[in-house]
Structures are given as structure tokens and as C-alpha cells.
């Protein structure tokens, strides 16, 4: 649907607790935008736009930390070894013989990004193909199809395609769907029941902001899709609440054994604002100070899940439109919940 007026209908919620929520709605930066803060002072959430605080967003590739603490997991009961070739848990992976898991969870494998081919990134408009389905093998096939960017452990490159594999060895090794292995080993003991794995769903729980996309210079409404093509490199829906209290147990040690949550937090270099660990990012802020997780993007969606080390977190969620949030106010943003 286009969307020619933008959000004449929509009445805007402008910040409290957070005013710089409201600067970006006014800004014309995003229709909408929410923040939860917590430590050992309490909660503050606040929400700008079409927003709501306790709304449900899509999380997009913040699915990856879910995912790798699965397979961290099956280590610790000694179902997987991090240094173990993928391939002998998964098939059809290029160099699957000389690659191993630790370098498919920490984008060390080579794998060509399948969201890289023209029609296959949920970040970008697909028109009515938004609502079909894909199989993971089919994603891993258009990896397959091309050259890999480098052999295994010999450089550093995000791809989708490493979590497609991850997801995939998670059903080899246990026999269920990576879904139930999520919702059995971390949704359900920490209670998060405002996450979900959506599967071939289009839609999201209510509440909920729209996301919107720019087609031939009119916004277009964006929200409803498929999100089977991103599967386990980034299919999942949440609330900030459930991405703080997820990140505070994982970075707590209440998921994994220490080894494996020390695993997780050895990062490599990116040439990037982040470093990239197992399924976790680290952000080192201007002030000096670092935090952990993950940030997610699917199309009308921007999602930050972050955690410093004395138990400080946020989990922020925004509708961008035009061009959304400049970087220099993202990272002010950041600095003043952190630093």
C-alpha cells in the first residue's frame, strides 16, 4: 500500500523520559521509535511516533545471538565441537571439510552472502515476492552458486548465509527445528513470551509500529512479509523488555557454561564499528567504554540489543523513513545511556 500522506492518520506519541525519541519522529527521521533502559536503578521506557512502549518489533539478525547460544549449548553437552568442520554436520557447504563451526558463527568462514543476489535481502523491496516461502536449503544453494569470498579463517565478512548453516546444524544435531530448540532452551526458561519465532507469518503481534520503505519516491507501507528468507540469520520478533532480560541472562552466564560464554565474547576484527564475536557484537563507544549484542535490520525495522559489563542494558527499536537516523546521532544516543 502507498502511502501518500505519511502518517496523516497517526496521532505521535512524543518522548518523555527519552526526548530524543521525539526529535527524531520531528526530525523526519522515523514514524516511530521506542527505548527500554535497565540496571539496578529500575526500568525506563519510552516510546515516540507510531510506537508504543511494550510494542513488538522485528528483530532481524539479533536472531543470531538466539541461534549461536543454541549451538553454544549443544557444545557444553558435547553434541558439537566449535572446531569441528561444519561440514560434518551439515551438507552442501562450501569448503564445509576445511571450515569449522566457530568460523561459521563468527563470520571467519569465507560463505558468499546469499542476501548479496538481487531479489534475496529482506532489507530491500520485494513487491509481492515479500510473501513467499523459502527453504533453508534454497539459501544455501544460492551461497553454493557462488565463488566464497576467501578460504576459511582467512579474512572477515558478515554473512547471512553463516547463521543459515548455523540454523541447519541445530536440526542435524538434535532432530527438531531450530524454532523449538530456541523457544525449548531459551524462550521458555527465561519466560520471554513476547518473542517468537514467526516461521512463514507475515504479520506481528499487536502492538506494533508499521515499517515503511521508499518506492519511486512515495513511502510505501513495508510491515507485512515472509520472513522465511532470512530464517535463523534473522527471522524473529520481540520486545525490548524480552531482548533486555534475554541479553542480561546470556551475558550473565544463566544460559552457558563460562567456557562457552567466553567463546562468544572473543572477537574478531571487522574493520567495522563493532568487533564480532560468537553471535555477539561488541560496540566500543567514544567515551572507552564497550558493550555486547546485536544489532538487526529488516526492511522498515532497525533494532539495537546491547548490555554493558555492570549490568546496564538497552534494547532500542526504530521505523526509519528517509534516511533515517544519522550515525553521529545513534552512537550520541548510545554514549549518553553508557558513558
Sequence with gaps: MIIRSAFTATVLALSGVFPVL????EEGWVSGALLTVEDSGGVRADAAGEARVGGYFRIG????????????????????????PVGGYVSGVPNGDRMTVRQVLNHTSGLYDYAHEAGWSTNRWRGAERFRSYAPE????????????FPPGQGWHYSNTNYVVAGMLVERVTGRTYGDEVRARVLRPLRLDHTIVPGR????????????TTVDGELVD???MNP????????????ADDLTRFLDALLGGRLTSAASLAAMRETVDTGTIFAYGLGLQRFDLPCGRSVWGHGGELIGYL?????????????????????????????????SLYC
Design 22 to 25: 521525539g526529535d527524531w519522529v
Design 228 to 239: 522465511s528468507l532470512d530464517w535463523a540469520a534473522g527471522e524473529m520478533i520481540s520486545t
Design 138 to 149: 534454497e539459501l544455501l544453494a544460492v551461497a553454493a552458486s557462488r565463488e566464497p569470498y
Design 61 to 84: 539478525s539479533v536472531t543470531k545471538t538466539f541461534v549461536a547460544t543454541v549451538v553454544l549449548q549443544l557444545v557444553d553437552e558435547g553434541r558439537v565441537g566449535l572446531d569441528d
Design 303 to 335: 533494532t539495537y540489543a546491547t548490555r554493558a559489563d555492570d549490568g546496564r542494558r538497552a534494547a532500542l527499536s526504530y521505523n526509519p523513513v528517509g534516511g533515517g537516523v544519522p550515525g553521529a546521532d545513534l552512537i550520541g544516543l548510545f554514549g
Design 222 to 224: 513495508a510491515t507485512l
Design 201 to 212: 507469518w507475515p504479520g506481528l503481534p499487536h502492538p506494533h509500529a508499521r515499517g515503511y
